[in-house]
């Protein structure tokens, strides 16, 4: 058995060196930042002493991702940890009639932030991309002094606080779930004791102690006399000195002053505990975080807004190219795929080699106009979502490979320009389509939506040499994406247009 320890804490060390420090200091949470956590919680619990809040009423709380590169713009984490995070947050507050939604993703190359959010530069950085209007959340390489994730107190509707995250970790079920009960205001379990964790050489057993390391909170009692002054403030979560451990254990066996055993919760979200199968927050600490959402500090995280929530079960079905495809260009190439019900935008995935090519779109096509290489074998694969569902799945992965030829289309050589004004074009107007051509030919001209239906049509339009433009009607059409698609003997022409409303 201990042979076996041994050997899983040589593997820790060897493969994650950083998950092993964090067993150290989980989060980058200060003991001064932690007693400004307490105080917010014993402030609002105050204040809310005769508060009733309506049951099933779900509150939507907006959060915006930094997804922070290096100065060069390498090392960005992806849109699709972000939505595994949105789908655990979702999970794991769900009985706290709390669900979360992404207002936006936004991208920043900074290499302070980067790799030190803690320092001067990075936390400057940081307060300068803050927008008070959701919870920030910066998604980064390093979140410094070794720790996975952390909450940047003070509190208040323009107090600079955000949450910092290391992107390996925004997969994790706990640690974003973590961070946001230190945004509303919930301390760890084991509050006070963040920067010195029980050691038998510094603080005995049994711990006499009356306070805890911080030097300003009280240490906790097995018996609950002392439990709403003193560690997190909270009755319902037992007395812990901070034990932490990779495997979700506690097997010192430490005592209080009353030599009474402690019994720490080592599933809690707010302990040092990887490695639980599941976590869970206790009554008293989900009654502070109601209480924190209400209160006037997160009144800009309470927009009243209601996201579109529905579940997504379909995969997206991928249609064109097919499997094995050989295309004979490379130019123009368009993926398509079935719209799949609940979806506002799809993540599209190329892989060829070690080229990643990666968009985000709220069509269920997209068209490569000049990215892709000739000659080359493309894996793609499309995920759907919407903004506050991210636990959807991929496609299956399928692949095409491309050839040397330019277009996907073959053009209408005679015409050397073509164009559509305006684009967008509002739902009613009049699309305008201008022509350049070195000869007289006829053409039937169409504009079609995304699934192929001809909304509207021009038959053999006789266009003459030189300079030709018509109009085409966008009345009692829905907005959307399209195509003006231009058809004659000699070839296709085709654009895309947007019909807004
Ligand atoms: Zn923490």
Redesign the pocket.
Same mark, same amino acid.
């Given at each position: 058995m201990k042979n076996n320890f041994s050997f899983l804490t040589f593997l820790l060390l060897f493969l994650t060196p950083t998950l092993f420090s964090q067993q150290q200091f989980?989060?980058g949470?200060s003991s001064t930042d932690c007693k400004e956590v307490m105080a917010e919680m014993l402030k609002n619990r105050e204040e809310m002493r005769d508060q009733n809040f309506d049951r099933g009423a779900i509150t939507y709380v907006p959060l915006r991702f930094f997804l922070v590169a290096d100065l060069d713009g390498s090392g960005r984490g992806t849109e699709r940890s972000c939505l595994t995070a949105l789908c655990n947050l979702n999970n794991n507050y769900a009985e706290q009639e709390i669900q979360f939604y992404i207002k936006e993703f936004k991208y920043i190359d900074n290499g302070s932030i980067y790799d030190s959010p803690m320092g001067f530069s990075g936390s400057n950085a940081i307060a300068n991309a803050m927008i008070y209007d959701a919870i920030n959340i910066f998604v980064v390489q390093d979140a410094g002094g070794g720790a996975a994730a952390?909450?940047q107190p003070p509190y208040g509707p323009n107090g600079n606080d955000w949450v910092v995250c290391a992107k390996q970790y925004m997969t994790d079920t706990r640690v974003l779930t *973590?961070?946001l009960?230190?945004f509303f205001s919930l301390a *760890?379990t084991f509050n006070g004791w963040e920067e010195e964790q029980w050691d038998i050489a510094k603080h005995g057993n049994p711990v006499t102690q009356f306070w805890a390391p911080d030097g300003s909170t009280r240490v906790e009692l097995v018996d609950g006399s002392n439990c709403s002054n003193s560690g997190d403030g909270f009755c319902d979560t037992p007395a812990d000195y901070l034990f932490p451990s990779g495997n979700c254990s506690y097997t010192d066996q430490v005592r209080d002053k009353n030599s009474e055993l402690l019994e720490p919760q080592v599933d809690n979200y707010?302990n040092?505990h990887f490695g639980c199968s599941e976590y869970f927050y206790t009554d008293d600490q989900k009654a502070a975080v109601k209480n924190s959402l209400n209160s006037f500090n997160r009144n800009y995280v309470r927009p009243g807004f209601t996201p579109v929530t529905t579940e997504i079960t379909d995969k997206p079905t991928l249609i064109s190219p097919e499997n094995d495809e050989q295309l004979d260009y490379h130019e123009n190439v368009y993926l398509t795929w079935e719209p799949v019900e609940g979806a506002q935008y799809y993540i599209v995935d190329l892989l060829s080699g070690t080229t990643k090519i990666k968009r985000i779109v709220d069509t269920n096509f997209i068209l490569f106009e000049d990215e892709l290489q000739p000659d080359k074998s493309y894996l793609w694969k499309v995920m759907p979502f919407n903004e506050s569902y991210g636990c959807a799945q991929f496609s299956s992965t399928i692949k095409f490979r491309t050839g040397e030829g330019f277009n996907s289309i073959q053009e209408i050589t005679e015409v050397s320009e073509f164009s559509i004004l305006p684009n967008p074009v509002q739902a009613g107007s009049n699309i305008n389509i201008s022509i350049s051509a070195d000869e007289n030919f006829d053409a039937t001209i169409f504009l079609v939506s995304m699934t192929g239906q001809i909304v509207n049509s021009i038959q053999n339009y006789q266009f003459q040499k030189g300079n030709a433009s018509l109009e085409l009607s966008t009345s009692n059409i829905p907005s959307g994406v399209y195509f003006v698609n231009i058809q004659s003997e000699k070839g296709v022409l085709n654009k895309k247009i947007i019909v807004s409303k």
């Open positions: 989980s989060c949470m952390y909450f *973590h961070e009960g230190h *760890h707010m040092y």
